[in-house]
């Protein structure tokens, strides 16, 4: 049985995009109450019964989750321009190294606004 497991995470940050065009909101400084959504897929061990445990999910991810919450994204290397997009990606290369399932990243900066990277 293959299935996807998705654990969520939430930290607010602020952040400003220095290339939006000229005049555009969101070339200003302004924050966000995030929610990143960590997709993990893979076969149901059938002596556990699951792909995962979810607290080996948040060990390898609250850290890095962490360094984000209550900070201006564009102080952090990597980050200088974070866009959903781009701050979905700096999340892949941040966790796949420790979490070999990862099938992708959803990175929600509002209710209705998300951005879902699969990596490479």
């Known amino acids: 049985m293959h299935v ?19 005049g ?3 070339k200003r400084l302004h924050g966000h109450n995030y929610r990143i959504d960590v ?4 076969d ?10 979810f607290g080996e999910i948040g060990a390898i991810v609250r850290p890095i989750v962490e360094t984000l ?3 201006l994204l564009d102080d952090i290397p990597g980050l200088s321009n ?11 290369d941040q966790i796949s190294p420790d979490l070999a399932q990862l099938s992708a990243i ?3 900066e509002s209710d209705t606004s998300r951005c879902t990277y699969r990596g490479r």
């Open 44 to 53: 149901v061990d059938p002596k556990t019964g699951w792909v995962i445990d």
């Open 106 to 108: 959803t990175v929600w």
């Open 82 to 92: 974070s866009t959903s997009e781009l701050l979905a990606k700096f999340l892949w």
């Open 69 to 71: 919450d209550h900070h």
């Open 4 to 22: 996807e497991l998705v654990k969520t995470f939430r930290f607010e940050a602020a952040h400003s995009l220095p290339h939006a065009p000229h």
């Open 24 to 26: 555009h909101k969101c």
């Open 39 to 42: 997709h993990v897929a893979g």
